[in-house]
Nanobody, 124 residues
Framework: QVQLVESGGGFVQFGGSLRLSCTASGFTLAYSDMHWFRQAPGKEREGVGCIRRDDDTTHYADSAKGRFTIYRDNAANTVYLQMNNLKPEDTAVYYC?????????????????WGRGTLVTVSS
């Protein structure tokens, strides 16, 4: 059974940093493209970025470029989202996700498996 569990969310002040983790079970994360999405209150879920399985190439949404970094630890079956210089507009529930076939970047509707999310709140 595929399971994704996010952790690391919390409350942080403007300009601060957080590292989110997504630990997978039921499949080998190294063989999958892994994605991070977020959903702010009252808004649609949007892509943050993703990391490809074959060469660890990463792609980021414009809002994340230069501030966020996605990387993986295959031994731990975990993917991370390092977020620096956080802004109030980054406040959202952050989700990791994957799908059965490769594709990075792609859309939320293409995902087959989701975590439950972790809340990030950035104060001004």
């Amino acid at each position: 059974q595929v399971q994704l569990v996010e952790s690391g969310g919390g409350f942080v002040q403007f300009g601060g940093s957080l590292r989110l983790s997504c630990t997978a079970s039921g499949f080998t994360l190294a063989y999958s493209d892994m994605h991070w999405f977020r959903q702010a209150p009252g808004k649609e879920r949007e892509g943050v970025g993703c990391i490809r399985r074959d060469d660890d190439t990463t792609h980021y949404a414009d809002s994340a470029k230069g501030r966020f970094t996605i990387y993986r630890d295959n031994a731990a079956n975990t993917v991370y989202l390092q977020m620096n210089n956080l802004k109030p507009e980054d406040t959202a529930v952050y989700y990791c996700a994957t799908r059965r076939i490769v594709g990075c970047p792609t859309n939320p509707g293409d995902m087959d498996f989701w975590g439950r999310g972790t809340l990030v709140t950035v104060s001004s």
